[in-house]
């Protein structure tokens, strides 16, 4: 099996985790999937910012995990879970780093929902 390219996030493709000082609350219709106060913010490069909730906030009775894996040279792999309420809309709709690259270490025991497939609502308190 050949080694997968491992890449530090630099000028030509920043990568910045902040916390997100307002609320986070994901959901499937009316059904809340996730509601935080700790949400972090990643920015990648010039890609839309992912709101990363703590795997406390989230609502796993909800989840199934599945058997999908992607790979980032700058984040690591990647492992997915399907929303059960969503049917197939929902199949590969949460993602996770369980052993993200140093550079990234803080999404560690972190959850991010694809925004195509569920509604992320920012609250400024």
């Given at each position: 099996m050949a080694e997968k390219t491992r890449k530090?996030?630099?000028?030509d493709h920043p990568i910045t985790i902040a916390k997100n000082p307002d609320r986070v609350v994901v959901r499937?219709?009316?059904?809340?999937?996730?509601?935080?106060?700790?949400?972090?913010?990643?920015q990648e490069s010039t890609y839309p910012a992912a709101q990363y909730l703590p795997r406390d906030d989230v609502d796993f009775s909800l989840l199934e995990r599945t058997e999908h894996t992607t790979y980032c040279p700058y984040k690591g792999d990647a492992s997915y879970y399907s929303i059960l309420p969503a049917g197939e809309d929902g199949v590969n709709a949460v993602w996770t780093y369980e052993q993200?690259?140093?550079?990234?270490?803080?999404?560690?025991e972190y959850v991010a929902f694809y925004p195509n497939k569920v509604s992320i609502e920012i609250i400024v308190d």
């Open positions: 530090i996030p630099g000028p499937l219709g009316d059904q809340v999937l996730a509601d935080s106060r700790d949400a972090l913010s990643l993200p690259y140093d550079a990234v270490a803080d999404i560690r």
